[in-house]
């Protein structure tokens, strides 16, 4: 089974901070990689796939990069409605996701 | 517009089954993929099932194999998980996820919660 390991488990940002989350496979995952926005209470929302796609609906200020097995996701200018967990995907076998990271606003 | 809806979820004790179902609409049911996914009370998120557009093919986590079974019904547009011998660590809040052509999941239902308790 593919492992994924996401950091950091937290993030604290001020409003337009550039944040970045690395998730690293336990084994090459030909980018097959997808990121999920999830807010309390609420199902989670997919923002990118195979590692850069920007799914429809998804504000430019997040992006994705990584080949192999590490991968990351950024929000430049955070805003206030990107407070939220979020969490990567490998979907190369099977599926996998990472443990998660929390923004919160500093 | 895509919308899943869960339903079945409840309390339940430990050795018993539940089945959840997940009704589809807004697109062709039929020509996609179709996963669960659950999530454990302030935990993360952790694939269950998926299964193929034709039913034809199953893929479990581990942890499941043997109790749970996900089927569909693409006459009624409906994605299934018949979950048996429940334990206390399937507690968790369960969706429905649709599978897009590279593998990855777009569209979510809002969660059907499952609690195993005695």
């Known amino acids: 089974d593919i492992q994924m390991t996401q950091s950091p488990p937290s993030l604290s940002a001020s409003l337009g901070d550039k944040v970045t989350i690395t998730c690293q496979a336990s084994?090459?995952?030909?980018?097959?990689i997808a990121w999920y926005q999830q807010k309390p209470g609420k199902a989670p929302r997919q923002l990118i796939r195979?590692?850069?796609t920007l799914v429809s609906g998804t504000p430019s200020r997040f992006s994705g990069s990584g080949s192999g097995r590490d991968y990351s996701f950024s929000i430049s200018n955070v805003e206030s409605e990107d407070i939220a967990s979020y969490y990567c995907l490998q979907y190369d076998n099977l599926y996998t996701f990472g443990a998660g990271t929390k923004l919160e606003l500093k | 517009e895509v919308q899943l809806v869960e339903s079945g979820g409840g309390l339940v004790q430990p050795g018993r089954s539940l089945k959840l179902s997940c009704a589809a609409s807004g697109f062709t049911f039929s020509d996609y993929n179709m996963a669960w996914v659950r999530q454990a009370p302030k935990k993360g998120l952790e694939w269950v099932a998926t299964i193929s557009y034709d039913g034809s093919s199953t893929y479990y986590r581990d942890s499941v194999k043997g109790r749970f079974t996900i089927s569909r019904d693409n006459a009624k547009s409906t994605l299934y998980l018949q979950m048996d011998s429940l334990r206390s660590e399937d507690t968790a809040t369960y969706y429905c996820a649709r599978h897009v052509g590279d593998g990855s999941a777009d569209y979510w239902g809002q969660g059907v919660m499952v609690t195993v308790s005695s």
């Open positions: 084994q090459n995952i030909n980018k097959y």
């Open positions: 195979y590692t850069s």
